[in-house]
Structures are given as C-alpha cells and as structure tokens.
C-alpha cells in the first residue's frame, strides 16, 4: 500500500466535505417555512406559545409520563431539576459524562462526587455508587449513554434504600425504553437534550419529563410559566423557555423520529457487519435497554491489536473528511475546575481514564449513506493493516 493512498499523506481525501457525527435530522424546506409562516402570523414567538404545548403534550404521551417540561437546553434542564428537588451537599454522577452534567452541580452550589463506569458498557458502576454514598449525599444522577441506559432500576432501589434522592440526564436516551418502559419514568426527573446532534432535535432545547406534580409545578416556575400554573414558591428563575421556534423543529423532528431511528438502526447495522473483522476495534452496544434510537455509533480502539492510538487514528480520518470525535476527553475529574479542586479522583477513576484514551465516535444519522459507511469501514481496514507506515520511526 503506498502512502499516497492516504490523504494524511497528501492523496485526496475519501470525502469531498467534512462527514460530522452529529444526527443532523432536519424537516423539508416545504414543512419547515409552512411551520415558521404559522409562527410569523401568530406573532407569537416565545412565553409559552401554542406550538410549545402542542410540543409537551404530545412529549407526554410519546413518554408516557404525566408533565414534559421543556426548555431552552438540556443543560439549564439539569440547573432546574437540581434546584426544584431542593438538593444540598453532594450527588453522585459518573465522570465519562459530557461536562454539562457536573456543570450544573457547580452551578447549583453542589459538589459532583465522581464515579467510576464498567469498562464494557461505559454505564456507571453501581457497585461503586453504593460504595460513594455518606451522610453528605443528597442524590445521585444517572446518566444514561450511547443510546443505552445505566441499570435505572438497580439505581432506584439503591437510592430508595439509602435516603437519597434519585434523577438523570438522558441526554442520550430520547425513545429508548427499558423493559418496554420509556426512559422519562425512571428517578424523580429525567432531562433530555434536543441539540441538533441529537435523534429529537430543536436546533437547540431540551425537556426535563416527571411523574411528580409538585415537582413538575416547581420547575415550571422556575422555568417560567408566566400565571399558566397556580405559583409556587421557588429560590430563583432560570428564565429558561423554548422559543416557538424551537418548538417547531422539535414538533417535526417528533413525528420523524420513527423513520429516523429506523435509518440510524440500518446504518448501525450496516457499521456492525463490517466493523467486527477489523482487529482493535470493538463496537459498543447500546446496554440496558429494550429498545435503542441508536443514536451513537462509539468504539474502543485497542491500540495494541489495531496497531494505532485513537487519536492518530482521528488525525487520519480527519484527513479524509470523516469527523470523529473522542467522546469523552478528558474524564470530568481532569477537568478545570474539579481537577484541582477535588483531586482525590485523579487516580481512583481507572476505567474512565482508560476509555477517555480508546473511545471514538463514528459518523451515523442524517448525512450518512450506506456507502459512506463501506467507505470509512474501508478506510478504517486499511490504516490497520498499514499502521507501522502511520508510526514515528521511534516506535516502529
């Protein structure tokens, strides 16, 4: 093989645009400017408009849950639940998690206390949860990853039995159900993401879904409703609503999700057939679930067996326009702020540290063709076999 067949060493690259990761589903142009025509009529454009409750009621029956609260990002999401569940001290979250979800403990005046995951799932640990819990443990968050869940029902028997109140960011997880069950009913509240990476997408948002009244009547005020809900007494408003805007693409992007979660299956299934005969690559299997929008498309690279490290094999593919990601780099535990303040974890958090350094994820979702997959599989066959020409001349 010459080097010349890789663009890394100047050939031209697979792709002639970049390839993202990222979902990336979008309505027609036709559906689109008739949902924004509705918008410009109405001159109505934010405050709780009728394309936002149109959005939760129906959230609330795809979920199967009484309240769908939504709102301007996931991240404020996670900011408001921790604040109307009135949480103190420390919670309990996995540290192979996107920052956002310790952010939100930071913002709310609480410690993350960071867990360890199971090297094979990538899920927390919950043995290791059990171990976390003491007198200063107010609650723990799941997070449930790659299109896959953490066990959330060992989870809420483990915080029923210690005292500790239980939620979780499902920023991965819309549609997915365990055990028939849809993620949404598990903890006291779940948060989802509507980022236009995600399967569900509003080009931006989130909604935070709960079965308990008390606390749904609470986050709409922090949120704020505006006099739609009888008030409740709360510490500090968010201000955190979803445009109607946002609502509209994410009205569309619901009633796509059956046919875009049957596409990301195809593709993942495309992806499995020819990714289990390159050596060092293992596909992770969404885990936990029933049934998986198969959002996420990660593997971990051996680097002994392929012969590369994850991150020369991403320069590589980066070459020839394919975007993969290192999801999650760094751990949260070697993060700004909580490196050096809480530098208790930095050697305790083995698997995290392991995968940190192995994960990749791959392209799937809108803007990926079947034969876009034959091409990076291709490309990803080829590096292997060619490795040691990729290597410094001190490590050959």
């Known amino acids: 093989m010459k080097k010349t067949s890789f663009a890394f060493f100047g050939a031209t690259p697979s792709f002639e645009k ?34 936002l409750d149109e959005l939760e009621e129906k959230l609330q029956g795809f979920l199967e849950v009484k309240h769908a609260i939504c709102v301007s990002n996931a991240t404020f999401g996670l900011m408001m639940v921790a604040d109307a569940m009135g949480l103190s001290g420390k ?14 403990l930071s913002w709310s005046g609480l410690e993350p206390v960071f867990c360890d995951v199971n090297l094979d799932t990538h899920q927390m640990d919950i043995n290791q949860v059990a171990a976390l819990i003491d007198e200063d443990v107010s609650a723990i968050m799941g997070v449930n990853l790659w299109g896959g869940a953490c066990n959330p029902k060992a989870l809420s028997e483990l915080a029923s039995s210690k005292g500790v109140q239980l939620y979780f960011d499902s920023a991965h997880a819309f549609g997915c159900t365990v055990d028939a069950v849809p993620v949404g009913n598990f ?14 997408n509003a080009t931006e948002g989130g909604c935070i879904s709960t079965n308990d009244d008390d606390l749904a009547a609470r986050l709409r005020s922090i949120r704020p409703t505006y006099g739609k809900e009888s008030p409740v007494t709360i510490a500090r408003v968010a201000n955190a609503r979803m445009s109607e805007a946002q609502a509209a693409i994410a009205l569309m992007s619901l009633e796509d999700f059956p046919a875009n979660q049957k596409n990301n299956a195809n593709l993942y299934r495309l992806y499995e057939e020819q990714l289990e005969t390159i050596p060092g690559l293992k596909l992770i299997r969404p885990t936990g679930v029933s049934f998986s929008n198969s959002q996420y498309l990660v593997c971990q690279v051996n680097e002994r067996e392929f012969g590369l ?49 192995a994960c990749i994820q791959l392209p799937i979702g809108a803007l990926v063709l079947a034969e876009d997959i034959e091409c990076i599989c291709d490309i990803l066959r080829r590096a292997q076999e060619c490795a040691a020409m990729f290597r410094p001349r001190h490590e050959k």
Do not use: M
């Open 91 to 104: 919670v309990i979250l996995p540290a192979f998690t996107f920052v956002a979800s310790a952010h939100s």
């Open 187 to 200: 903890g006291r509240a779940e948060v989802f993401s509507f980022h236009a990476t995600k399967i569900l």
């Open 18 to 51: 970049p390839l993202p990761v990222g979902q990336l589903y979008f309505p027609s142009w036709e559906r689109y400017s008739a949902a924004f025509e509705g918008i410009f009529k109405r001159q109505f454009y934010t405050n709780n408009g009728p394309l």
């Open 309 to 357: 490290s994850r991150d020369l094999l991403i320069d590589i593919l980066k070459a020839e326009n394919v975007i993969a990601r290192r999801y999650f780099y760094p751990g949260l535990h070697r993060t700004i702020p909580y490196d050096s303040a809480l530098p208790q974890y930095l050697d305790r958090l083995p698997n995290t540290d392991s995968l940190c350094t």
